[in-house]
Structures are given as C-alpha cells and as structure tokens.
C-alpha cells in the first residue's frame, strides 16, 4: 500500500444555506466513514482560510497565497491506495464537485527506498 | 451514496437552528439596522465550521464551538469598524479601548437568555410596519435559517421576489428605530397577535400546498411548531391564544396522511380512513387546548382548534357533530370576520339543511366579492350544484376552480368531479 494525500480546494463559494452545508457535512462523514471501514484513512486537517506567504531572499511576508475563491485548500486526507489510479478513483468520492470544488492527488514519496 | 442515519440523525437541522439562535443574538448586540451584518456573521460561522466539521467531526458541544466563533467574529467587526458609531445597539464607553472591548461584547453577547433573544428577534420580524409577507419571509431567513432559495421554494415564488421582499424589510429596520425587545404589558397582546398570524401562515404553507416537494412541506410545519413552543418557553409569552394555535397545528397535522392516497391524489375529509389520523398527535392536540381554556382571553385559534377536533373526534363523517361546528363557526367569524370563514360556515350550512341552504349562504356572504378568485369557492358552489343534480351549472364552475388554483392535484380533484355523472 502506498500512502496518498488528497488536497481539497473550493468550492469557496459562501452562497450555501445552513441547510446545505449541514447536507454536505453529513455527506463528508459519511465518505470518512466508508474510508474508515475499507481501512484506507490515515489521518486528515482542515485549514483555516487566510495565512502567509512567506518569499524570496528578503523573507517577505505577504497574505496568501491564495485568500479566496476555488484555490483556496479547505484541507487535506492521507489515504492508502494501491496506485495513482485508485488514489484518484477515492478522490472521485468527494463530495464537494457539484459545488466546484477540486482535488489534487498526490503520492507521498517513500523514504525507505 | 450511503448515508449514515445516525449521523444525520445527530445533526437535524442543527445548522438551521443555530443559525436562527446566532442571528438573534447578534441582532441584540448590533441592532435590528445592522440585521444583514448579523447574517454575514453568522454565514461566515457556520462555513468556517462545516469547512472544520467535515474533516475532523462535529465537536462535543457545537453550539459553544459556533457561539465563540461568531463572537470572535463580531469581536473583529466592531474593532475594525469601531469609528462607525452605529454598529452595536447599545453605546458604551468600554467598547472604545481595547483593554475592555472584548469583556465589553462578552457582556453584550450573554446578557440575556437564548430564548428571549429569539422572541425578540420574532416580534422584530413581526412589527407591524411590516407587510404580513415580509414578516413570514424575514422569520423564515433569520430564525429559521432558509435561504431566499429554500424560502421562494416553500411559498412558490421566485428568489428576486423574495429578496425584494427581505430588502424592504431591512430597509424599514434601518429606517425605523425598531426596538429589539419582548414588547411591554400594554401592547404585548396586539404584538403577539402579529407573531401568531406570521407563525399561523407559516403552517398553513406547510400544510395546505399539496404539489411541494414533501420535505420543504414537513419542514414549515416543524418550524412553525417549533415557533410557537418557544413562545411557550417564556411566561410573557404564553398566553392562551399561543396553545390554542398549537392545539390547531396538531390537530391538522394529525389528519396529514390521510389526506393523500397511495397514488399521490387528494383525499377529501368523509373519503379519508379515519385509522390513518395521528392519535399521538391528536393528544397532543387535547392537551393544549386544554391549557388555552385557562385564562380570559379567547382568539380566533380557539375556535379555528375546537372545529378541528370536533371532525377529529367524529367516529365517521356522518357522526359529525355538525351543529356544534356551526356553533364554532359563528363564535369564529364573530372573532375574525373574512369572507373565507363564511365560505366554510357556508359548507357546514350545506351540510346541515343540504346544498340549497349552502347555496343561499354563500349568496348572502357580506364581501363575496373577495372570494371571485378564491378556486375553493367555485368548487363549493360546483360541489353545491353537483349535488342539486345541475351538472351543466357544477361543471362550470369546476372549469372556474380548476383555472384559478395552480396545483396539480387540486386540478386532477376538479377534472374527476367533472366527469363523474
């Protein structure tokens, strides 16, 4: 098994009602729950909106990198998956899409060559 | 995909309704003008939390989670906008240093029970300088937790209207200096009568509107319910006329799965099986109205809750007591004279004394011409006329009702009263 981190981007749209939201809660623990059971969650954050970018030679501390909109990473899942491929099937799962939110896969690299 | 129900089952309507507790706090704090501040506050909170909630879980005491948020948000708010003097409704000196601004708005923020906030911020929804649809749509958005979206849906109209309607709202609370308060003895009854009208409308949104979407239909008769028990919860506020509209809310609620068939179509009072009617809720039903009798204040619910049971307590629709709901009837008009509650006097008339009877009381309604496009009042007089063996005259004004309402079922009801011979 190789370890897998789904980024979540979006949906940044703040338009939902309270019922919707709690509609979309529901659905993620859901989801959390079914990868719980196919012994493929690891572990998993939200992030808080706002932060830092910090840059260059000279340290420059500025706000970002992203403040708002669809770019803005909401958190992240570590997940178990055999490949890529599966990583990505998981990622599918997700429910945020209809409200245009994104996912990276990415594939934690192995120290132990 | 698969939902869990006891998850879901935890959080029923937790967002809605502590969207509604969390606007009516903020409401106190920064003024009824700045109700729109309150809800972008509010908004802000509940993503924040659900953007949390979702990937970590919802915390062991949630309300306390959201309610320190939206304090640190309000904390920030009045910070930045500290020179804006109109952002929270009570002036005072500690908010202006910052060594006592955050004890300052704690102290605004808890002051008061969570119950009171809520009522004020219904008689605030419910001021009379406000159109009765705006005070339907505004309890609807700020204590409820609907969006303009779930609110246009629920009363069949479109977002903008809505939004128009909830705009003029805020318009009058930045205008007007309206106070955020549980009105005072003197003008308490006449304020509570607004509040139950709002709650009472509500319901009947729910509860009469056969082509909605079942759940937004369940939720208005949740809320409304849910309304009137808070009223319950404060001594100011529970007056006779709030249990007699509760006693109403149940009894019509008990007779809801009856009044569809499997097929979806409407079943009228004497087809319904009696077994289907809800005796829990029936019960209920007794119990309030029970409580409505102690005191000297009788309303219009009183009699509008007495009718309904007394075709609940009926053991089938020929055992309907009839007299004693005309009696009802009469103590009703008396206590809120409309021509639609004549219209209904009119069927027991028929009932009674037949449908030449019903006919003549129809005729002699004072401001019949109110109901021409009523679609109800050209089925009772085509129901009249059906009965009278005039099939020409009923069918007429079938095809009168059927124009007029635009529900689907209520016009297959007309379309199969028309073909029957």
Not at chain 1, 33 to 49: I, M, Q, T
Not at chain 2, 15 to 36: A, D, K, M, Q, Y
Not at chain 2, 66 to 80: E, G, H, M
Request: hydrophobic share 40%.
């Amino acid at each position: 098994m190789e370890k897998f981190m789904l980024i979540f981007h979006g949906p940044g749209s703040a338009t939902q009602s309270p019922e919707q939201m709690e509609e979309n809660m529901g659905k993620w623990m859901a989801w959390i729950d079914k990868l719980n059971k196919e012994e493929r969650y690891v572990s998993g954050e939200p992030l808080l909106p706002g932060g830092k970018l910090v840059k260059g030679a000279d340290k420059k501390v500025t706000d970002g990198p992203y403040t708002e909109g669809k770019e803005v990473v909401g958190g992240f899942f570590i997940i178990n998956a055999k490949d890529l491929a599966e990583a990505a099937n998981v990622a599918k799962e997700c429910p945020d899409f209809e409200q245009g939110g994104t996912v990276q896969v990415r594939q934690v690299m192995k120290m132990d060559m | 995909m698969h939902r869990d129900s006891t998850i879901h089952h935890a959080l029923e309507h937790l967002f809605r309704h502590e969207s509604g507790r969390l606007v009516s706090i903020l409401t106190r704090v920064f003024g009824p003008h700045n109700l729109g501040l309150a809800e972008d506050v509010v908004q802000d909170t509940l993503l924040e939390a659900m953007n949390s909630w979702k990937i970590r879980g919802i915390p062991r005491d949630a309300p306390a989670w959201l309610f320190t948020v939206a304090r640190n948000k309000a904390l920030d708010l009045i910070r930045k906008e500290k020179r804006h003097r109109d952002i929270v409704s009570v002036q005072s000196h500690l908010l202006e240093s910052e060594y006592t601004l955050a004890p300052a708005v704690d102290e605004l923020m808890k002051s008061r029970s969570i119950q009171d906030d809520q009522l004020s911020m219904m008689f605030t929804c419910c001021h009379p300088s406000l159109s009765a649809e705006s005070q339907v749509a505004l309890v609807l958005k700020t204590l409820c937790g609907f969006s303009v979206a779930e609110i246009a849906k629920a009363f069949i109209s479109t977002p903008d209207t809505i939004e128009k309607r909830l705009y003029r709202a805020k318009e009058k609370f930045r205008q007007e200096k309206i106070a955020f308060e549980i009105p005072g003895e003197n003008e308490l009854d006449a304020r509570l009568e607004n509040v139950l009208l709002a709650i009472y409308l509500l319901f009947n949104e729910g509860y009469n509107s056969t082509d909605h979407e079942d759940l937004i239909r369940k939720d208005l008769l949740e809320e409304s319910l849910r309304l009137g028990e808070l009223l319950l919860q404060n001594a100011v506020t529970r007056k006779p006329p709030v249990y007699a509209l509760l006693a109403l809310f149940c009894f019509n609620s008990a007779r809801s799965k009856a009044r569809i068939d499997n097929q979806g179509n409407i079943l009228l009072l004497k087809d319904q099986d009696r077994n289907l009617w809800d005796r829990s809720l029936i019960s209920s039903g007794e119990q309030w109205l029970d409580k409505s009798a102690e005191g000297e204040l009788f309303s219009a619910y009183h009699f509008e809750a007495a009718i309904s049971r007394e075709h609940l307590v009926a053991k089938s629709y020929d055992q309907t007591n009839w007299e004693l709901i005309l009696y009802y009837y009469d103590l009703l008009l008396r206590a809120r004279p409309s021509p639609v509650v004549a219209l209904n006097r009119a069927v027991v008339i028929g009932e009674m004394k037949g449908p030449a009877a019903g006919l003549e009381a129809i005729e002699k309604i004072p401001g019949i011409d109110g109901l021409q496009n009523y679609y109800l009042f050209h089925a009772i007089i085509g129901e009249f006329y059906a009965k009278l063996g005039n099939r020409e005259q009923a069918n007429e004004y079938f095809a009168k009702a059927k124009e007029l309402t635009s529900s689907e079922k209520e016009k297959q009801l007309l379309v199969s009263k028309m073909q029957k011979e």
